[in-house]
């Protein structure tokens, strides 16, 4: 069993920032990919940002260039550097990874949420 705790969510003014952190704990082998989805209420969950084992990462169009996401490898943990945050990322950002568990053996895991607020 694999757990993801994510934290670092709270309240913000636009323009500030706040940094995300999710932690993988369990039975781990690797990691394939780590990253954050967003959603607010009413709107479909979307994907903020992923980085692979390789370190290739994805972006959102709506967070390019404010958002950077990293990872640290020994501690199996993802970061998400938010600047610049604006109202409209207000949401609950959910941490997923793809696992694998033992060899040949992958499986997709969600944290808890935390919730992102920017006030304007």
């Known amino acids: 069993q694999v757990q993801l705790a994510e934290s670092g969510g709270g309240l913000v003014q636009a323009g500030g920032s706040l940094r995300l952190s999710c932690a993988a704990s369990?039975?781990?082998?690797?990691?394939?990919?780590m990253g954050w989805y967003r959603q607010a209420p009413g709107d479909q969950r979307e994907l903020v940002a992923m980085?692979?084992?390789?370190?290739?990462?994805n972006y959102a169009d709506s967070v390019k260039g404010r958002f950077t996401i990293s990872r640290d490898n020994a501690e199996n943990t993802a970061y998400l550097q938010m600047n610049g945050l604006k109202p409209d990322d207000t949401a609950v950002y959910y941490c997923?990874?793809?696992?694998?568990?033992?060899?040949?053996?992958?499986?997709?895991?969600w944290g808890q949420g935390t919730l992102v607020t920017v006030s304007s």
């Open positions: 997923y990874a793809v696992v694998t568990t033992t060899p040949g053996r992958k499986f997709q895991y």
């Open positions: 980085v692979t084992s390789g370190d290739s990462t």
């Open positions: 369990g039975s781990i082998f690797s990691i394939d990919k």
